[in-house]
């Protein structure tokens, strides 16, 4: 279940890293062929801000907010290597960010503050999920046929994720890194 619930004309949105072609679409039919029912509704991606509701007409404001973050920040390149788990805690299994680490914790706070200030419920931990939610044979699956999968990318922008009334998150708009 996705958490908080919408009231009146909210919006749900997320800030996250989105990983790119060829590398998320690779991801997202993994995640599928694992059996995780949310792997067409979330792009992969490394969470910046989890899910978070916004008045309509703060919108402008977290957009100024986000515009000012990526503009305090250069791109850099993540790697995602191997597997890793949150299990017993949580059944999760997702890709280890193993590059840019620093760099995704920096970015995290920042976005995190201002308009989008909000607690954690657990330690930010940069990673891309490719299961959750599942049986432990699906989740052993995960972990063991993407122990050996690496990919690195570019990371020039962040995107807001907005969670559609359909279930689906969508990227809808991107704030690029280091832009004057």
């Known amino acids: 279940m996705i958490s908080p619930q919408r009231v009146g004309d909210q919006v749900r949105i997320g800030v996250a890293i989105q990983v790119p072609a060829p590398y998320g679409p690779m991801l997202q039919r993994a995640r599928a062929a694992f059996g995780d029912p949310l792997a067409q509704d979330i792009p992969p991606h490394v969470t910046l801000l989890g899910p978070t509701l916004v008045e309509q007409r703060d919108l402008e404001v977290v957009g100024d907010h986000l515009t000012e973050v990526t503009r305090g920040h250069s791109p850099f390149t993540v790697l995602l ?68 999968y690496e990919a690195d990318f570019l990371v020039d922008a962040i995107q807001v994720f907005e969670h559609g009334d359909d279930g689906v998150w969508r990227p809808v708009r991107d704030f690029p890194l280091g832009s004057p």
């Open 81 to 148: 290597r191997g597997t890793g788990t949150f299990r017993p805690v949580s059944d999760v299994v997702f890709v280890q960010v193993v590059k840019g680490i620093a760099e995704c914790e920096l970015l995290e706070r920042a976005v995190r503050s201002g308009p989008l200030a909000a607690d954690l419920r657990f330690n930010y931990h940069p990673h891309v999920t490719v299961a959750h939610d599942l049986d432990d044979s699906a989740l052993d699956r995960a972990f063991d046929e993407l122990a050996d």
